[in-house]
Nanobody, 121 residues
Framework: QVQLVESGGGLVQAGGSLRLSCAAS????????MGWFRQAPGKEREFVAR????????YYADSVKGRFTISRDNAKNTVYLQMNSLLPEDTAVYYC??????????????WGQGTQVTVSS
């Protein structure tokens, strides 16, 4: 089992920045690829970004590329999502998730409870 707890969400004006954190406990964090997802009201959950277990590789949704940066600190069992140039359409509940695999279509076995990000115009 891997337990994930997100933090860092909040209310920010358009153009602002937030950094989300996701602290992991349980099984060896560095064995897992990590992803960030988000779900806006009335919409399906969507992929945001992922990072490989040793941080050698990252991948982003087109909608956030160039604005968001995913990173991880395996010594701290934490993955981050730095969000810059935020837009109102970035408003959503953001979730981190852990997967034993890295790549498109990977199965994410463990999920956090989510943190709300609200971007005002």
């Amino acid at each position: 089992q891997v337990q994930l707890v997100e933090s860092g969400g909040g209310l920010v004006q358009a153009g602002g920045s937030l950094r989300l954190s996701c602290a992991a406990s349980g099984r060896t964090f560095s064995n897992y690829a990590m992803g960030w997802f988000r779900q806006a009201p009335g919409k399906e959950r969507e992929f945001v970004a992922r990072i490989s277990p040793r941080a050698f590789s990252t991948y982003y949704a087109d909608s956030v590329k160039g604005r968001f940066t995913i990173s991880r600190d395996n010594a701290k069992n934490t993955v981050y999502l730095q969000m810059n140039s935020l837009l109102p359409e970035d408003t959503a509940v953001y979730y981190c998730a852990a997967s034993p695999d890295y790549g498109a279509g990977s199965r994410y076995d463990y999920w956090g409870q989510g943190t709300q990000v609200t971007v005002s115009s």
